[in-house]
């Protein structure tokens, strides 16, 4: 299953109001589910679920989350820069693998088919594209660390 396919799902249920969806084929599972609201804590199998109304999350284990680490040179915050945001939760990866180089650096221009990052979740590696075109002039967040549905990843200066 793609990351385009699951996106389409959270639609899906958000248009629906659903609160819960599973799905299981030989040897794959994804099981959505949203937050009641109040503070996020381990359901009864032990799995995290994120507070929020209105997009479900994927649900894993429980993971520490750093804050956002800037990676790069100071850069602004306002109305001028576009923030490219985790869709689910995972680890998070600048390159294909340890050897490779980045998919992107501070400076690097980018469209909105450009790949930026890739986010593993569920053993599977997503890859998260851009979605705007600009030039990158922040990296939120370490690589090889988990982040958080939601989470801006990096800041974009769209042109």
Do not use: W
């Not at 299981?24 to 359901?43: C, S, T, V, W």
């Not at 989350?65 to 990676?71: D, F, G, L, Q």
Request: net charge negative; aromatic share 6%; proline share 10%.
């Amino acid at each position: 299953m793609e990351l385009k396919d699951i996106k389409a799902i959270i639609d899906l249920m958000r248009k629906n109001n659903l609160a819960e969806f599973e799905l299981e084929r030989q040897d794959f599972k994804i099981k959505l589910k949203r937050a009641n609201g109040g503070h996020p804590a381990p359901d009864e199998t032990g799995f995290y679920q994120p507070a929020m109304s209105a997009p479900p999350a994927l649900s894993l284990p429980p993971s520490t989350v750093p804050t956002s680490v800037a990676a790069a040179a100071p850069a602004a915050t306002g109305p001028a820069t576009v923030e490219i945001e985790s869709p689910m939760i995972g680890t998070f990866y600048r390159a294909p693998s340890p050897e490779s180089q980045v998919y992107v650096e501070v400076g690097s221009e980018v469209n909105a088919e450009t790949v930026v990052c890739l986010i593993e979740a569920m053993k599977v590696m997503n890859e998260i594209k851009a979605e705007v075109k600009g030039v990158v002039t922040q990296v939120l967040v370490e690589n090889a660390k988990p982040v958080e549905f939601g989470q801006p990843l990096f800041r974009i200066r769209p042109t």
